[in-house]
């Protein structure tokens, strides 16, 4: 078992009334580990004594150790500590509770909010009888929909990140629903829409390269836009992420032909210097639970362009702050991109609505309502 970090004394620890124990898979770059880094912080603020533990390494899942370390420093300076248990890739749930039950020797939490399902087993053999909250931070389940009646006799409350994911635990749970929508950092902020694209336009996109990201899809758009777009200025097409299936991805980008017009960022810990000085963020996703990369992008200033489905529409209303293309379909989202590039009044609206839009998404209203639902749940 490793510790990173040991946290701070910032707060008066007699005023440290609630612990809160958070699990997440590994410490990288995903959705809900940044939620859960951003959170740390303001949680620290408000008094709470904040533990973030991921089940295993981020390297044993193909992720880096310098982002690892990086949002461990983060949590750390934020008043909380992080610690990693170690695990090997299976994660297995003996391995898991075996590991928390030696944490919980040392120490309690009040609570402990899973935000993988495949942590509840975990702390349901670890001994833990204190309240438990699950989090799943996608539209799609990545276990089979029954497991919610073994869920129920451990989980005390759910937590849905947007309205797909409460109507999926109305129809599989009788445990109480709240639902407390994704927020990004503070520092996702400029207060200011943008006036102009650069040229070339600069297209970011933000990710784990994965299935559900769907980047192959990026590279079809690039490669439409290419073909509709001989006589103009090509966009520079940005993607920020790691993971397993990069290198495959890079290859695959070089057989197009495409090698000048897509840049592979790998893993990255500046994410908002990059949108500081991108024009839009284009999400090729097949689906996603209410992804904080668009979030963080609304809040400076960046148009989005986004694939139709669950959980990009609850952040994207089309015309508004961005635009929704049909999934799958490069021709679409090329058509859209040409059109903000190409429409100086429609690309000041775009980040215009992004900002106001952002303001519905505050990291202290999430924290706020976390807290709110521990006390509950420790009741």
């Known amino acids: 078992m490793r510790s990173i970090s040991q946290g701070n004394d910032t707060v008066d620890p007699a005023h440290r009334s609630l612990v809160v124990w958070s699990i997440v898979t590994s410490l990288t770059s995903g959705g809900a580990e940044m939620l859960v880094s951003n959170l740390s912080a303001a949680l620290s603020a408000r008094g709470v004594t904040n533990r973030v533990i991921a089940l295993c390494d981020a390297s044993v899942l193909g992720n880096t150790a310098e ?15 992080f610690v990693s248990l170690e695990l090997s890739r299976k994660r297995g749930p003996l391995e898991g509770a075996a590991a928390l039950r030696k944490l919980l020797v040392a120490s309690a939490p009040d609570v402990i909010h899973c935000h993988t399902a495949r942590a509840v087993a ?40 947007s ?20 927020a990004a950092a503070r520092e996702f902020g400029v207060g200011a829409p943008r006036t102009a694209v650069g040229k070339p336009c600069r297209i970011l996109s933000v990710g784990t390269i994965s299935d559900q990201k769907n980047y192959g899809l990026l590279l079809e ?57 991108a024009d839009i963020l284009l999400n090729t996703s097949t689906y996603e639970g209410l992804p904080i990369a668009i979030i963080e992008a609304m809040g400076m200033g960046l148009p989005i362009l986004a694939t139709d489905v669950a959980g990009n529409r609850d952040l994207v209303v089309d015309g508004v702050n961005g635009l929704l293309a049909r999934p ?31 303001g519905q998404f505050s990291i202290d209203g999430s924290a706020d309502q976390h807290l709110a639902l521990y006390r509950t749940a420790r009741r």
């Not at 982002?67 to 500590?81: R, T, V």
């Not at 090509?234 to 197009?256: V, W």
């Not at 009044?345 to 215009?352: I, T, V």
């Open 221 to 277: 758009t690039a490669a439409a836009l290419r073909e509709s777009h001989r006589d103009a200025v090509m966009p520079r097409f940005m993607i920020a992420g790691g993971g397993a299936g990069l290198e495959e991805l890079r290859q695959r980008s070089e057989n197009m032909g495409l090698s000048k017009a897509v840049e592979f960022l790998g893993e990255r810990s500046d994410v908002r210097e990059l949108m500081a000085s």
């Open 328 to 358: 799958g379909d490069p021709k679409s989202l090329a058509q859209a991109i040409g059109r903000v590039i190409g429409n100086a009044e429609l690309y000041q609206s775009l980040s215009q609505g992004a900002v106001q839009k952002s």
């Open 67 to 81: 982002m690892e370390a990086h949002l461990a420093a983060q949590i750390d300076k934020g008043g909380g500590d």
């Open 122 to 161: 975990m702390v349901a053999l670890s001994g833990f009888r204190g309240p438990v909250v699950l989090t799943h931070h996608n539209t799609r389940l990545s276990f089979p929909s029954y497991l919610f009646r073994l869920f129920d006799l451990v989980v005390d409350r759910y937590v849905a990140i």
């Open 163 to 182: 309205p797909e994911l409460e109507a999926t635990y109305r129809k599989l749970t009788r445990r109480p629903i709240t639902v407390i929508p994704n």
